[in-house]
């Protein structure tokens, strides 16, 4: 987990959010926008969680003078197009990707299990995956690629991109004094999403074991 905590880091200081931010200067609010639709379906290194953060903190000092409601309107919009664009991406395109057989990353028996996994975890999966750094571009091209139905992965979608957008905006301007919290925050929503996965894996060793009991024994 740690690769991903420190992803930002690892790819030096032009995807630090504060120098990306000071960067665009009065379009800072603008420029977090493009980032973040960048990073939700394209490319899953830019910094999306610190960056969040770091607008709601700077909101809260002023140097970013657009209103708190402004920015978590704006940046929860981009996020939920952002899934859009990624889900129809990989509808498209995925399919072909993994036509050749013989690769050993992009395999056709791979589409079918995106498929299965998403008819059976798709709802949380969709959802919790915002939450975690490289996770949430990737499972947005999966659910195209899976062909989840469109209805279901944008309203769970949507619920996610709000949720993210606004939450973690909202603590980077409540929370941004305290060190402890805006020096780790990827690590506090990674930690979250996992207590909030626990159920979902009861659940499926439950399911797992009853389905081997049900069968029947030669």
């Not at 800072?28 to 910094?47: D, H, N, V, Y």
């Not at 995925?94 to 996994?117: D, L, Q, W």
């Not at 990737?138 to 989840?148: E, N, Q, S, Y």
């Amino acid at each position: 987990m740690q690769w991903i905590v420190q992803q930002p880091a690892l790819l030096g200081g032009l995807l630090d959010p504060r120098t990306l931010i000071d960067h665009f200067g009065q379009y800072a609010l603008w420029g977090a926008a493009l980032i973040i639709f960048i990073e939700c379906w394209l490319f899953p290194f830019l910094p999306g969680d610190s960056l969040l953060f770091t607008v709601g903190l700077l909101i809260s000092q002023h140097t970013i003078t657009t209103s708190l409601w402004e920015a978590c309107l704006v940046l929860s919009a981009v996020a939920v197009g952002s899934n859009l664009v990624g889900y129809w991406v990989g509808r498209r395109v995925g399919p072909a990707i993994f036509s050749n057989p013989n690769s050993r990353i992009f395999r056709p028996k791979y589409v079918e299990r995106t498929h299965v996994f998403f008819e059976r975890y798709g709802n949380p999966a969709v959802l919790l995956g915002r939450f975690v750094p490289i996770v949430r571009t990737l499972i947005t091209l999966a659910a195209g690629v899976g062909r989840m139905p469109f209805g279901r992965f944008m309203g769970y979608s949507a619920v996610g991109g709000v949720v993210w957008a606004t939450g973690v905006t909202l603590l980077g301007y409540w929370l941004g004094q305290v060190a402890a919290v805006r020096n780790h925050i990827e690590l506090i929503l990674v930690g979250l999403v996992v207590l909030s996965m626990v159920p979902i894996a009861i659940e499926a060793v439950r399911s797992r074991r009853t389905g081997r009991s049900a069968t029947p024994q030669p």
